[in-house]
């Protein structure tokens, strides 16, 4: 009784804690302590509580089943079939089951044969694989799905062939290079041009007038086609590493195989061929000194050599006829041999001498030997006769095998020690490493290997004193060494071939190790191949599957040194003996090679002559079925008498000993030590051992043991553990009853057996790992058995349940660590999984069939819901009371005993909770280890009981007693509460516990109550929420939390359990739901909000209620992403990816297909529209470049403080564009700045979260139902709606289409795998390429492991699995990528475009609706400016064309930059390559010009931004194409002249001007794209192009842009800084018209300090242009704050130029502007950059850190070049250019487009004669010139800036002498000087401007000197007043200037042009100028060397003193040339002089 009150007093604690339980699952809820964290909580219950869900079964009931239309139906409810019971037949490997037919078996043998054949039963939960954790979505399930995709075509990608479209037909190199002077001179062709063009084809009922709604309608039906249905299929499959729920179903056990070899003998042949040679294979390994397979017998004899052994033998049995065998290996290593052993009959003589002739005889000289021969085969021929029965060792060798399987690979192998091995290749491929898995040893795998066919030549005679293994492993470790002992040995030569390979899957012909046919066995007569066992070289875990019972066993040793008598040749006979008369040996004994199967007996090889033999031999047996007391082994030994005499019997027993084989019921294993008896045995001796000395016996060698042997059991039905023994014989007896029971040396009675039994399990963890897992599933089943039917002892029942709950805690434990490695990703271990899924069966409750069906057929029999089910089962539980209720037990004998069994019986899974609830610490611990699998154990018995009692049926609320309810509930909380507690002591523990609490929970709604387990989260989400306020580290917590929920959303009803069908009931209470509140009322609708719906898209309290776990998964979301959640980037990724799964998973279900139940599942996931609406502003900014997005939401946000509105911020110059500038004419309101400071605040997400958070919205976008999202949008308030735009912006820029390009750039970096690396690949394929800097900073900010941003890089899987570290993809995968890409992009811009045409049908009626419509069109515009597929624009500019039809006022009356950007973006696609897209861009023109004339009468607005558009089109993209764009002016004109409706007025005719104006533009775009190489003519082009515009301002400015652009690109910044102060003096000039307000420049005079080219831009006058003319000076720029950004551009190029001058002066103009607008911020900026400008002028003052450029003389000769023949320009080049380096790279240039030898380079700079050129050939002559400056200008001209400012005169010099060489002799050497003025001043808007004026002047020899004594006495003196002096700069000016040698130097000059006063007095003056040049020369000489003397040090005294004598001489020299005077010095001179001084410098000459 003590244990049913023991019961009584658990099921007190339990009630307690259930009662706990219950009462937190129904208390009211207070409102939590940190309710603060979101305002937003709906009906008082915060996001961070779980609201009480509505009893789900209730809910059910209270629907009527067809409430529902058809295909909605199934989601409803669970369907009827969920649950199923699977009979799935056990896989048996045999063709013939192998299980004992003896009719008698014991209980231990009879269970283990039931185990070994039932089939498996399995619960089956039929919709199970349609859940995400059976059927994930992984790579290759997206792969399939992608299949049919169509590919969408891209502009982007056709560019790549645009160079073999037809537009490029002529080569545009071979056209000549020049602008013509007229802008428009190709006017009338083109004209004609565009007239004979083919249109595209038109638009049928573009012109027909149809109401708006039809073309909506029209518009809709359209978008809806051939769109793909999953949208997630196109987006990378969900992270592998998030995947928590990932389940397998667990394979069934099998038996244990390692790898498998295969081993053929194909021949044996020696030298001689004379008897019979047997051969034995078997693996050993070296290390582990172990023998690890059983033997394998062949014979290759030939028949001949098997006829001499007739008369010993039997009909050979066909399975010892097998030749080849399969080998498992299951830990492969390096140290593994094949060995084979070579026997012969016995024959007189000892091994040596048998060998002899072998060794010795040759078959080459078998002709010679022939009589030795003839003798040897006789000799043979009479031992066969007469000993044939008996075997003598005779060689062997062995073979290494890791040489075969590493060196299969080489085509030629060394021969090592076992001889030369010749391999005979088979073609078969080789398979490279990764085809090799290997187990255990890395170094070594033997199943890749190339199949290798060795011929073994070298064979070790068998020596007799070493024949045991011991010897052999000595051998064979020596034979790995390369000097080994074997080499020295004389071999025995003989050629083995064997092939080894690896084995195939199921090879045929094959046996078992018990001779049972392996299927497929095809045929039995075929050849067989044997499966030999392997003894594992270490332990192996598995659980045995099949009946095996075999017996090994090992003579080793036998010692008769000491035993009298002729004892010499002996052999052990071995019998199985089941009694103990001779008849009763059992036929047991396997046999071995071509003979019979079994035999009754069986001997050992002979030793001859040798008293104490060792043997090598292996004994198999097959042990019968029952091994009773009196079966044992028999040993008889034997002297076998070789030579044949006279009265010797041939053998003569020597001796007897036996082994009992059972001993208290156990197997007898092991080695043993026997002694040997002389004498017969007596009768009765097997029931002894022969330890027992029997009186009047005698022993060899007094009765000590002489015979050691050892026997080895392989069993699947003895454990050979004593603990395991021991318990399965007590069950057994406890099953049978048969008291009194001899136990060992104890007997047991009833009395004592309970005790004995409790023992035994406590007993049981101490049994070893390996018999222990071997026989798990035993084990397991009868703990259960004993937990469930409790034993009857003496009519009492005993309970065992504690004992056996607790013993089963432990073997699992066990079990669990012995196969550690084995487990899976969630530690599980696959063995005990199989168990539960396969083997686990209630005790007693066989599934029987219905009566009269056959017998269970292959296929699983489903026994769900049979007809007819037979009442037989069992029990048929119907009674609702407990079973596990212990007051049941009824007294003894009161009741027979089958009823009291049926009370005794209990519920499994009653029983466990039970036990798990009240058991003790220690059982919990190894519980908890392993909570999985109890829980699995749980369930399949719940599901058992339901199938098997037919309690499918029932309402769930009844189907379990509430009492085990209570169990389960106590259960969830404490398990909870570990997981919670052990969080932060052992993680891992604590995740593996949380997950399998989660899948119990997740199995229970399939079988439970599911509002009670509802209840049951809830009440573990509260445990959670209480610990997580004083949590460490809450991240931990929540990451599990978020796990928790993952798993049980991954349940296949999930759906359902949502309760999607119910509509949700608004909250009872007034008062309204949050969102109503604060938007005073929503934009559109005057009444307030329908709660109902608003209730919908939030998470409001009513959906949680209902939707609970769809509302437990997005309030993990939403609490994640809080800007202030921690831990935030893991938890975005986590939970973002939870969703992400779950729609991938309703996208592949097949039971969501239709579009209804779609929308429906869509409805569970509303909220995420306002989540993602919310967490807008720390979304990945998918939009390149800074403050892109614009954002939409601040534009709509008439009052941001009211909505708190963060992410608010919208780029200046947006604002300054939407605003028009505070001047604007009809400017609005400037917009509110959201506070900028906010705009991040939190953790930004990753652009992987963000992105796949978007396409977790365009889900829901997609698939909800439109009617109900237009009723949401219509309750928003502005600002939302706003943001709800802005998300959609976002998603556009998310998903942009890279192209394939992009997909080769990426592939194409070879990255490093570092992580940066990676992180940089993930940014650039998730939107930033192209964003570098953006890039770079990225990296660098993350450190590599710091903040867990990049976490995924740090695990293996990345998101980018389809790369899987394979950085190089094939061809194949870009190409398929791109096409995923492409179709993803599409999608989601369409779902886009559905949506905002749900927006725009709500806004029709709102008040607000301008400005969402503009916001609208902006997305609008948007999407049409990304990278778009054909298919997308088709409809993109339907829509746009429908809601400018709707709403024309929104472009023609308002905003100017909308009609702006929509004109450039409907041109651009006007010159689309792809057809479609060109039909409907034209056409959207057309309608957009009609529009504005209908409104006016003239479309000047669209006239002029069309025109705008194409100049910055033409200028800006490379590769537009100007053929297509022809096209489309064609299709409009078409248009133009059908449209039937404007017949009557101008707009046809108007509409022909515009193209062909837009025709003029592109033909000079056609030029410009010729020169796109050579950028001086290229910007000659633009800028005619742009001179062109004198009249029409806009484009004039917009060609200055581009201009600027191109010259920033080309890194001319000074140019782009001119084209900039252009620009801001044409604005100047408008203005001016405008007003004239003081602050402002006056026109473009005020910037003539800057530049004085400026003054081209007063063209314009009021003639030209009305300032008040339509769509004239409309752009943004032609307004103050457009003046203010240009010249502040200006400025920025300036400082990048590095003309800081220039830079104040530009500010001088701004800053007044600046002044008056009081704009201190700027004026601030702005004088920071003044004083950045003048602290860099003053650190480079002296000029040389700044170099402005080098200027060159081009002039251009030749037919070739066209206009430019004969012109010469100046040319700036970028600083320190060298004349070869323009030189090179015009030659190169021309060269490339005139062709080969045709252009020269002229080399001098004389002029040119064009006489004397080729008129084929080209000429350049290139001059380096320098600016040149008139006396009067260098006043001004002080600085190094100066002096490289504002240029037009250049000067260069050329020497001659008269007879055409360049240099002469000083008499005749004159000098050309060329001067070059230029149009405009240097810098300009170009970097090459012609020469206007040249001025030649020719110098006389005597000028020539002059100047260079002039030049010279200027270096003297710049040297001497040096500051610091330069001492070595001094002396080389010195040494040039007085040294005797130097070469026409000063003494030379002054004796040839002053010794004789010169005849023509006109040369007088120069004579005396030269005169005065030599006094002034020698004066600095002079200082020169006086300041030297100062300088030098006393090492270069002598040197000066040189240098002063030098110079003395040269004064003498000079004297007298010096002093001469000239007669007519001041004589006036005559007016016919040659005044070749003309130019002013040279006039003022210094008398």
């Known amino acids: 009784m003590a244990a049913a009150e023991r019961r009584a007093f658990a099921h007190k604690i339990n009630r307690t804690v259930a009662a706990e339980v219950r009462k937190q699952v129904s208390r009211e809820r207070s409102g939590s302590p940190h309710s603060s964290r979101r305002g937003s909580s709906f009906l008082g219950v915060p996001l961070t509580e779980v609201i009480e869900p509505l009893d789900f079964e209730d809910v059910i009931l209270s629907r009527p089943p067809d409430a529902e239309p058809g295909p909605l139906r199934d989601l409803a409810e669970f369907p009827a079939d969920d649950l199923e019971l699977l009979l799935q037949p056990r896989e048996c490997r045999t063709t013939e089951p192998g299980i004992p037919e003896d009719g008698k078996l014991d209980a231990q ?16 939960r039929r919709y199970q694989h349609l859940s995400v954790a059976y059927s994930p979505i992984t790579t290759e399930t997206q792969r399939e799905r992608q299949k049919d995709l169509t590919r969408q075509v891209f502009e982007q990608d056709t560019s790549g062939d645009e160079r073999s479209g037809p537009e490029d037909s002529d080569d545009p190199r071979h056209s000549s290079g020049s602008p013509e002077d007229t802008p428009r001179s190709s006017g009338a062709s083109g004209i004609f041009d565009l007239r004979n063009l083919a249109a595209d084809s038109l638009l049928p009922w573009l012109l027909e007038r149809t109401a708006p709604e039809d073309v909506d309608r029209r518009n809709e039906a359209s978008r809806r086609q051939h769109r793909p249905r999953a949208l997630l299929a196109l987006y990378p499959a969900p992270d592998e590493d998030e995947a928590v729920e990932r389940c397998s179903r667990p394979e069934p056990p099998r038996e244990h195989f390692g790898q498998r070899i295969l081993v053929k003998c194909l021949s044996l042949k020696f030298e001689i061929e004379i008897e019979p040679i047997f051969g034995i294979l078997a693996l050993y390994d070296v290390r582990e000194k172990k023998k690890i397979s059983e033997n394998f017998y062949f014979d290759l004899n030939s028949d001949s050599m098997k006829g001499l052994l007739r008369a010993h033998g039997t009909h050979p049995a066909i399975s010892t006829l097998a030749r080849s065998a399969i080998f498992s290996v299951t830990y492969p290593s390096p140290d593994i041999f094949l060995v084979i052993k070579l026997e012969k009959v016995l024959q007189q003589g000892d091994i040596s001498e048998c060998c002899e002739p072998y060794m010795v005889m040759k078959e080459v000289d078998t002709a010679k030997n022939k009589e030795k021969l003839e003798k040897l085969r006789l000799a043979a021929e009479q031992f066969c006769t007469r000993l044939g029965r008996y075997r003598m060792p005779f060689a062997w060798t062995a073979v290494h095998l890791a040489n075969i399987v590493s060196s299969a690979g080489q085509p030629d192998r060394d021969s090592d020690s076992e001889g030369e091995r010749r391999p005979a290749w088979t073609d078969r491929r080789r398979r490279g490493p990764q085809d090799r898995t290997s187990s255990g040893d890395d170094t070594c795998s033997f199943s890749g290997f190339r199949p290798a066919t060795l011929t073994v030549t070298n064979f070790f005679k068998q020596e007799a004193e070493r024949l045991s293994d011991e010897d052999l492993f000595k051998f064979l470790a020596d034979m790995r060494r390369p000097s080994s002992v074997l080499r020295r040995l004389r071999p025995v030569t003989a050629q083995l071939k064997i092939d ?72 052990v006979r071995v019998q199985y003996m089941a009694g103990e008369d001779p008849s009763q040996a059992l036929p047991v004994i396997f046999g071995k090679s071509s003979c019979s199967e079994f035999t009754r007996e069986a ?46 019997a041939l053998e003569t027993p020597v001796g007897f000993t036996w082994i009992p084989l059972l001993q208290h019921g156990r197997l007898r294993t092991g080695p043993f030590c026997l002694p040997v008896s002389v004498d017969q045995l007596p009768p009765s001796y097997s029931v002894l051992t022969p330890d027992v000395a029997l009186p009047g016996m005698r022993w060899v060698d007094g009765h000590k043991g002489v015979f050691s042997v050892e026997l080895t059991a392989v069993s699947s039905v003895h454990p050979q553990d004593p603990h395991l023994d021991k318990f399965f014989t007590l069950v057994h007896v406890l099953e049978e009853g048969a008291f009194p029971f001899r136990l060992k040396d104890t007997v047991l009675s009833e009395s004592t057996v309970e005790q004995e039994m409790r023992a035994s399990l406590a007993a049981l963890r101490l049994a070893s790992p390996e018999p222990l897992v071997a026989f798990s599933h035993h084990v397991l089943d009868k703990l259960v058995r004993l937990v469930v039917r409790p034993p009857i002892i003496g009519g009492q029942i005993v309970n065992l349940g504690r004992g056996a709950f607790e013993a089963m805690a432990h073997v699992v434990s066990l079990v669990h660590r012995s196969l550690e490695a084995a487990q899976d990703a969630r530690g599980h271990c696959p063995l005990l999984a199989a168990y539960v899924h396969y083997a686990f069966r209630l005790p007693g409750t066989e599934p029987s069939l219905p009566s009269g069906a056959p017998p269970v057929a292959v296929q699983p029999a489903t026994l769900a819901r049979g007809p007819g089910r037979p009442t037989s089962l069992y029990l048929a539980r119907s009674k609702s009371i407990s079973s596990s209720n212990p007051d049941l037990a009824v007294a003894p004998g009161s009741v027979d005993d089958e009823v009291s069994r049926i009370l005794a019986s209990k519920l499994l899974h009653e029983e466990l909770a039970l036990q798990w609830v009240v058991s003790g610490s220690a059982v919990r611990e190894a519980v ?28 769930r609320k009844l189907r379990f007693p509430g009492r085990f309810l209570d169990d389960i509930a106590a259960l969830v909380g404490s398990v909870g509460l570990e997981v919670i507690t052990r969080l932060y002591k052992d993680a891992e523990l604590a995740e593996r516990l949380n997950a399998s609490l989660a899948f119990f929970l997740s199995d229970l709604l399939s079988l439970v109550d599911r509002g009670f387990i509802f209840s049951l989260v809830r009440a573990h989400y509260k445990q959670v929420a209480t610990r997580l306020q004083s949590a460490p580290n809450p991240a931990l917590l929540l990451t599990l939390r978020m796990d928790f929920t993952r798993i049980l959303c991954s349940h296949e009803h999930y759906v359902t359990l949502n309760l999607p069908c119910c509509p949700l009931s608004p909250p009872a209470s007034p008062s309204p739901s949050v969102s109503s509140t604060t938007s005073q009322s929503s934009t559109f609708s005057s009444q307030a909000p329908d709660p109902k719906v608003t209730s919908m898209f939030e998470l409001s309290g009513p959906f949680r209620q209902q939707h609970f776990l769809a509302g437990l998964l997005l309030t993990e979301l939403a609490l994640a992403l809080e800007p202030e959640a921690e831990g935030a980037s893991l938890l975005h990724k986590k939970a973002i990816s939870a969703v992400q799964s779950l729609l991938c998973g309703h996208d592949a279900d097949p039971r969501y297909a239709e579009a209804a139940v779609k929308a429906r599942v869509a409805e569970l996931y509303l909220p995420l529209l306002s989540l993602a609406r919310d967490t807008l502003p720390r979304l990945h900014d998918f939009a390149e470049g800074p403050g892109q997005r614009s954002r939409l939401a601040s534009m709509l946000d008439s009052d941001t403080e009211g909505e708190g509105d963060i992410g608010g911020t919208i780029n200046p110059s947006v604002a300054m564009a939407i605003a028009g500038g505070p001047l604007a004419p009809g400017s609005r309101a400037s917009i509110s700045q959201g506070p900028v400071a906010a705009s991040r605040s939190g953790c930004p997400l990753s652009a992987e979260s963000s992105r796949t958070l978007l396409v977790c919205v365009l889900w829901v976008l997609k698939n909800a139902e439109p009617a109900l999202l237009q009723r949401w949008a219509a309750d928003l308030a502005l600002p939302q709606l706003g943001r709800l735009l802005d998300l959609l912006y976002l998603c556009l820029a998310a998903f942009e289409y890279k192209g394939k390009k992009a997909f080769e750039r990426i592939n194409s970096l070879t990255f490093k795998k570092s992580l940066d690396m990676k992180a940089r690949l993930e940014e650039a394929i998730l939107g930033t390429i192209g964003a570098r800097q953006d890039m770079v900073r990225r990296s660098r900010e993350r450190s590599p492991f710091g903040n867990q941003e990049n976490v995924r890089w740090r695990k293996s899987i990345t998101h980018w699995r389809q790369t899987s570290d394979r950085v190089d993809k094939t061809k194949d995968e870009m190409e398929h990528e791109a096409l995923v890409d492409g179709n993803l992009a599409t999608e989601a811009s369409l779902v886009v475009l559905d949506t905002l045409e749900i927006i725009v049908q709500t806004v029709m009626l709102s008040e607000a609706r301008e400005s969402i419509l503009g916001a609208v069109l902006k997305v609008v515009l948007c999407s049409l400016g990304s990278a778009q597929s054909a298919l997308f624009l088709q409809h993109g500019l339907a829509t746009q064309r429908a809601l400018v039809s709707k709403f024309p006022e929104l472009l023609f009356e308002e905003d100017t930059e909308l009609c702006a950007d929509l004109c450039l973006r409907l041109l651009r696609h006007c010159g689309s390559r792809l057809s479609t897209v060109r039909t409907h861009a034209s056409a959207s023109l057309y309608l957009l010009m009609r529009q504005n004339f209908e409104i006016g009468n003239n479309f000047a607005r669209v006239k002029m931004q069309v025109t705008m558009s194409l100049s910055s089109l033409v200028g800006t993209t490379q590769s537009f194409s100007e053929e297509h764009l022809r096209r489309s002016l064609k299709t409009i004109l078409t248009y133009a002249e059908e449209d039937v409706g404007l017949r009557d007025s101008t707009f046809a005719e108007q509409v022909q001007d515009l193209m062909f104006n837009l025709h003029m533009i592109l033909t000079d775009t056609v030029k410009m794209k010729e020169h796109q190489e050579d950028p001086e003519m290229l910007i000659d082009l633009m800028y005619r192009i742009a001179r062109g515009y004198q009249g029409s301002p806009d484009l004039r400015l917009t060609w200055l842009q581009n201009m600027a652009g191109k010259h920033a690109e080309l890194g001319n910044h000074a140019e782009a800084a001119q084209c900039m102060v252009h620009a801001a003096a044409l604005v100047a000039e408008y203005l001016a018209l405008l007003e004239d307000s003081r602050y402002l420049p006056v026109g473009c005079v005020s910037f003539q300090n800057i530049s004085s080219n400026v003054l081209e831009e007063s063209a314009i006058s009021d003639d030209i242009l009305s300032p008040d003319e339509e769509g004239f000076c409309s752009g943004k720029h032609f307004t103050e704050l457009g003046l203010v950004g240009l010249l502040e551009q200006a400025a920025a190029y300036f400082t990048m130029g590095g003309l800081y001058e220039a830079v104040n002066e530009v500010y001088k103009t701004l800053i007044p502007i600046l002044e008056a607008h009081r704009d201190y911020k700027k004026l601030a900026a702005v004088h920071g950059k003044l004083q950045e400008a003048f602290t860099k002028i003053m650190h480079q003052s002296s000029g040389w850190e700044r170099v402005f450029g080098t200027y060159f003389r081009v002039g251009f000769y030749g037919a070739r070049f066209g206009d430019l023949d004969e012109q010469e320009f100046v040319y700036k080049e970028p600083s320190i250019t060298k004349l070869a380096e323009i030189s090179h790279r015009l030659e190169e240039f021309y060269t490339e487009r005139f062709g080969e030898d045709v252009v020269e ?124 002096p330069d001492a070595k700069m001094l002396q080389m000016v010195l040494q040039g200037s007085v040294g005797p040698t130097v070469n026409q130097g000063p003494l030379e000059v002054a004796q040839v042009f002053l010794a004789e006063i010169p005849e023509d007095p006109k040369l007088f003056r120069h004579h005396n100028k030269l005169r005065l040049c030599f006094k002034d020369f020698c004066k600095k000489c002079e200082d020169a060397l006086r300041k030297n003397k100062a300088l030098i040090g006393p090492d270069q005294k002598e040197y000066h003193r040189e240098l002063e004598r030098n110079y003395g001489r040269l004064r003498e020299a000079l004297q007298p040339l010096l002093t001469q005077r000239l007669p007519q010095l001041l004589a006036p001179t005559t007016a016919g002089l040659r005044n070749s001084l003309n130019r002013a410098s040279f006039r003022k000459a210094d008398l």
Not at 109 to 115: H, I, K, Q, S, T
Not at 604 to 627: D, G, I
Not at 930 to 953: E, I, N, P, Y
């Open 109 to 124: 043998v009879r269970a283990a044969v039931e185990m070994y054949t039932e089939d498996w039963i399995i619960a089956h």
């Open 500 to 571: 080894i390979s690896p084995a195939p899957e199921n090879p045929h012909f094959c046996l078992s190790p018990e001779l049972l046919h392996v299927k497929p066995y095809p045929d039995p007569r075929g050849r067989p191949t044997k499966e030999i066992l392997e003894f594992p070289a270490r332990e192996v875990y598995a659980p045995h599957t099949s009946y095996r019972n075999l017996l090994y066993v090992y003579p080793h040793c036998l010692n008769f040194s000491s035993r009298q008598g002729s004892v010499r040749n002996l052999t």
């Open 603 to 648: 001997f050992t090889p002979v030793v001859y002559h040798n008293k104490s033999p060792e043997f090598y031999e292996e004994f198999k047996l097959r042990l019968p079925a029952c091994v009773t007391e009196n079966h044992h082994l028999l040993f008889t030994f034997y002297h076998v008498s070789c030579q044949p005499r006279p009265g010797t």
């Open 928 to 955: 908890l280890q392993h909570a999985w699998f109890f829980f699995q154990l749980m369930v399949k018995s719940m599901a058992l009981h339901l199938l098997l009692g037919q309690r499918l049926d029932t309402p």
């Open 1801 to 1924: 380079i002229v080399k001098d700079s004389n002029p040119v004669d064009k006489t004397k050129l080729d008129p084929q050939k080209a000429y350049i002559q290139i001059t380096y010139v320098e600016p040149h400056f008139d006396t009067y200008e260098l006043k001004d001209r002080v600085t190094y800036f100066d002096r490289n400012y504002g240029l037009r005169t250049f000067l260069f010099c050329t020497p001659f002498t008269p007879d055409g060489r360049a240099h002469g002799e000083l008499p005749e050497q004159h000098k050309r000087k060329t001067l070059l003025s230029t149009d405009h001043a240097f810098p300009y808007i170009k970097t090459r401007i012609r020469v206007c004026h040249r001025e030649e002047t020719v110098l006389t020899p005597v000028e020539v000197a002059i100047e260079d004594m002039q030049k010279k006495t200027r270096e003297l003196a710049f040297a001497t007043e040096q500051d610091p």
